[in-house]
């Protein structure tokens, strides 16, 4: 089956076809780095983290864009959310744009989301900026009013065409709702005026100012992808204006089509206390987490875990019971895991366990084909939790399971679990901690304490699974082993 995507533009499930094959092109749009990040950006970047890796495990260079928004995202009274920050904090903007950019990339980095192939800042592309608004001038699609330049919304008959929202012509009342600046109400700046007290600003033909926000993204997409690209992704609630805008800015500019897929995540929700309601995460509303705080109460692939149980377009309402329904799940997939890890190192050359190699087949097929049919990595995850049934029967078989095939085993893990879900590590570790050799170090505790089991000196072996235990690393005894795991 080839990949199939639901394509915002149009609202249709599409066959996915690059428009060179084998290469893929993927922009979404990025953080605006004015505060840490909360668990709702966790949601869309996680997701297209997983968009990113299996499109890489399917074979496709890809090449993905992710801007880094550090000037001209305003608020709805047009004050600048990071002049607005930089001044609570006595700070200059730069400094705020810094340590929110590292802020960014330390809770991704945790989170295990590969890093984007190149991060481009808005203020490092103001001239791209310029340059495409004076096409836009040039070509009939805006206007400078006063040292500020707006899209003209009219010039372009297909705006709206991604959230189906149309500009209704109501030329005559909207110059006195505007002010008598901009023609139209939806008509969005491209370049702002800089007053005195605004210390972003950068000379223009306009004269002194800053850009727009929507902007950015139609000048880099363009100068790292082209004029026209494969997937363009972000949030659900920036559809209007911020991705429309970037279409009609685009498409307007360069006169050919903008990104063919249009991927959209769904919302991170939380239920409104009073009302019992899911409401977004969100910083205006005050009800968020953020992503170092949520660390602080669960590991990293239990959130990624929470999130990819959700299809990405989903909505998806956070509450401490889903946080402990994806633990236990993450945690039966790793108990698993590190058992076929730990019987690897003792296992016997005889291996009777070759039936199931064409179990592992049909797991790679069966989880290829559900991730093909649009990122589903909710039966991604199903197909995982399949094979874990049948892994735990086979090992507390009789089958004497060797080390050809525990390795098998835990290839398609790290395979599809890890390299595509982020889920499973390739060693577990805590934060700066050098896993393998406290891995190996924890192994032969637990090969001294079964042999003391063995001879009898019981006080012996409570002593190392106790001593253990106070230090965090809990030991399981089942029928077929003992596991250990980090608490
Ligand atoms: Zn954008």
Not at 447 to 454: D, E, I, L, T
Request: proline share 4%.
């Amino acid at each position: 089956m080839t990949l199939q995507i639901f394509n915002v533009l149009g609202r249709q499930k599409q066959p996915f076809a690059p428009i060179h094959e084998g290469r893929v092109g993927m922009y979404v749009c990025g953080p605006t780095v004015y505060e840490h990040s909360h668990l709702g950006h966790a949601k869309t970047y996680v997701s297209f983290d997983v968009v990113a890796r299996y499109l890489r495990y399917r074979g496709d260079d890809l090449l993905y864009v992710q801007n880094i928004t550090d000037v001209g995202h305003l608020l709805a009274n047009e004050e600048d959310r990071i002049l607005r920050r930089a001044a609570q904090l006595n700070a200059k903007p730069m400094q705020i744009v810094e340590t929110y950019t590292r802020s960014y990339f330390e809770d991704m980095d945790a989170l295990g989301v590969q890093r984007p192939d190149i991060s481009p800042r808005a203020s490092g592309h103001v001239p791209e900026q310029i340059e495409m608004i004076e096409t836009l001038i040039a070509n009939g699609h805006a206007y400078a009013v006063d040292g500020n330049v707006y899209f003209d919304v009219l010039s372009d008959a297909d705006y709206g065409k991604l959230s189906n929202r149309r500009v209704e012509e109501q030329h005559d009342e909207s110059r006195e709702l505007v002010g008598g600046d901009k023609r139209h109400p939806a008509d969005f700046a491209l370049w702002k005026r800089a007053e005195p007290e605004h210390i972003l600003r950068w000379n223009s033909p306009w004269g002194v100012g800053f850009p727009g926000w929507h902007i950015e993204c139609s000048a880099m997409a363009k100068k790292y992808l082209g004029a026209n690209f494969d997937i363009h992704g972000g949030g659900i609630d920036n559809i209007y204006p911020h991705n429309e805008n970037e279409i009609a800015q685009s498409e307007s500019a360069n006169d050919v089509g903008f990104a063919n897929y249009w991927m959209l995540t769904g919302s991170l929700n939380v239920l409104d206390p009073d009302e019992g309601i899911p409401v977004k995460m969100s910083k205006s509303l005050g009800n968020y987490i953020t992503i170092k705080d949520a660390l602080q109460m669960y590991r990293p692939q239990e959130l990624r875990y929470f999130i990819l149980t959700s299809h990405y377009s989903n909505p998806v309402v956070f509450s401490d019971e889903a946080l402990a329904s994806a633990k236990s799940g993450w945690e039966r997939l790793m108990n698993a895991v590190r058992l076929v890890r730990q019987q690897l190192n003792s296992a016997p050359a005889v291996d009777a366990g070759n039936g199931f190699l064409a179990r592992l087949e049909t797991a790679k097929a069966d989880f290829a084909s559900v991730m093909d049919d649009d990122f589903n990595s909710p039966r991604g995850i199903a197909v995982l939790q399949d094979l874990t049934r049948d892994v735990n029967t086979l090992l507390n078989s009789e089958t004497v399971v060797g080390a050809a095939t525990l390795r098998a085993i835990d290839d398609t893990y790290s395979a599809l679990g890890g390299d595509v879900l982020g889920l499973v590590p390739a060693v577990e570790t805590r934060q700066g901690g050098d896993g393998q050799r406290e891995a190996a170090l924890i192994e032969l505790l637990i090969k001294m304490r079964a042999q003391a089991r063995a001879d009898r000196d019981y006080a012996r072996s409570d002593q190392i699974r106790d001593q253990l235990a106070a230090l965090g690393i809990v030991l399981e005894d089942r029928v077929d082993g003992t596991i250990w795991k980090l608490n």
